[in-house]
């Protein structure tokens, strides 16, 4: 089992920038793919970004590219997700999850992932 712990979220202004942090408790961190989703208030949990076990391989959201960037540190069991040019339209709560296969590689369904963590608010004013 896996636990996970988000962290980093907060109030920046539209243009400004974020940097979350996803502890990660548990033997198999490094060995498998590990996902960002967000969700907003009323909508659904939509996928940001996902990663594979070694960090070689991302995938993003179109509308996260070229501003967001997932990356991990497996030595200290940590996921980030460093936000860039935020708008208001990201403000959301951002869950860490990490993938129900053990293959090492990256999803963008949510139903592909088995642990979440309890999120972080991350609001962006105009």
């Known amino acids: 089992q896996v636990q996970l712990v988000e962290s980093g979220g907060g109030l920046v202004q539209a243009g400004g920038s974020l940097k979350l942090s996803c502890a990660a408790s548990g033997r198999t961190f490094s060995s498998i793919g590990m996902g960002w989703f967000r969700q907003a208030p009323g909508k659904e949990r939509d996928f940001v970004a996902a990663?594979?076990?070694?960090?070689?391989?991302?995938y993003y959201a179109d509308s996260v590219k070229g501003r967001f960037t997932i990356s991990r540190d497996n030595a200290k069991s940590t996921l980030y997700l460093q936000m860039n040019s935020l708008k208001p339209e990201d403000t959301a709560v951002y869950y860490c999850?990490?993938?129900?296969?053990?293959?090492?590689?990256?999803?963008?369904?949510?139903?592909?992932?088995?642990?979440w963590g309890q999120g972080t608010q991350v609001t962006v004013s105009s």
């Open positions: 999850a990490t993938r129900r296969s053990i293959d090492g590689g990256y999803a963008i369904g949510a139903d592909e992932y088995i642990y």
């Open positions: 990663i594979n076990w070694s960090g070689g391989r991302t």
